[in-house]
């Protein structure tokens, strides 16, 4: 890092969190006490804060990763300060841990940006830093710095655990994946990804050598054919059975699959994934959820997918694979009818924008959710168009990791997206200076409309006194 890049970035992140300390401030003076699932996390939080660390609430349904920390910070804290009674623990106190781990997540996204795209010479330190303040205020994400859920700490040790992958470190790595697993079980796949990244560069380093020994280059330059992706299936089937490559891939992602097998033993005994209240969290087949992630995606990357250019690149690649995009068409008509779920917090819970989205979208009409079919295909088929610089591996390892972690859940939360969503983001080429501004903006728009509602327009249930609040 240069010296004005180190500078530049230093002020980034000192003003974006004197600006989030503000926000927390103003967030904690109207909502003093636990709010949403705050009332469930605070006092676990404060249980394991004076020693009683056998007591359980059981509606919580992770491990419990976020209050261990809290009390391993909090606790030393507030000895060497001083500070007694109420003070330690509280609910504010204890909603600063994920403000320190929103400043967290803004240093490893700029480190990922850097380590990423460090081959791309053309990428200015001040396109890094203005990437990085971006994503770090990724309004899904940004929204829950300021109440006291797994999310920040969820994101800080993947993305951090993911980091350490791409520096060779996997050991740290799976350790790392271990803190994430304890804030969210999901956050097992990101293991997975971690592992993939290093499957996928052998493959590719193996993929290079089959091409230059048949001297066909054409076959990547072509790699969306599908012949070509026939072929390339029969090299991945014909390169994971031999016992020399799964010995090789084996050594080298070891402490994964150590951790990974932990997992299925946790899952053997607890019984399931979720722990506590298993009522609200049945898996299932949900495939239209690829499609919501999709949009999601689209609404909040739209300046890198929502493009003149990409609309008639679209539009050109339809008329030349007709038959393909028909039978996509077929096949994604065909999710919608047999495997859409509506979970009965998303038609019963008015706090969450996920109940406006679904009461003034998909409820309009039993046609709507059809109807949305082409939008879906051109955002699948933007999405993929803006990963061809990844290689074909990297991307089947993606796609299979996005799979595993939206299609079981049953629940429409856009929470669960904010993982794969930063993973996609930061392995995109980056835009142009305008562009990135644009999206910049965009985010500063709809976090200053989410925190005026949650702050501003507060409402009542008929049969509740408590002040209710919209949010995420």
Known sequence: MERAEAYGFSGAMSGAFLLSCLLFAAVSRRQRGPYMD????????????????????PMITTLPGLYLLSVGVVKPAAWLLGWTGSVVCSVGMLRFINLLFSAGNFYLLYLLLFKIHQKNKAVSGFQRILSALTLATFPTLYFFTFLYYTDPGSVFFTLFSYLMCLY???KTSALLGFCGFMFRQTNIVWTVFCAGNVVAEKLNEAWRIELQKKKDEKISSRKGSFSDLTRILQFLVKYL????????????????????SLFFVFVFINGGIV??????????LHFPQLFYFLSFTGFFAFPHLLTPTKIRKFLLSLRKHPVQYS?????SLFLIWKFTYVHKYLLADNRHYTFYVWRKVFQRHELVKYLLVPF??????????????????WILMYFVCLLAVTVPQKLLEFRYFILPFLIYRLNIPFLSLYRQLLELAFYILVNAVTFYLFLNRTFQWENSDEVQRFMW
């Open 38 to 57: 705050e009332v469930f996390h605070v006092p676990q939080a404060q249980a394991y804060c004076h020693g009683r660390f056998l007591q359980w609430d």
């Open 168 to 170: 060779g470190n996997h």
């Open 241 to 260: 059975i031999s016992p020399k490559n799964l010995v090789t891939l084996t050594a080298l992602t070891w402490p994964y699959i150590i951790l990974v």
């Open 275 to 284: 722990v506590g209240d298993r009522s609200s969290h049945e898996a299932c």
């Open 327 to 331: 039978l996509i068409t077929v096949i």
């Open 376 to 393: 879906y295909i051109f955002a699948g088929w933007s999405f993929a168009d803006t990963l061809k610089s990844k290689s074909i591996f």
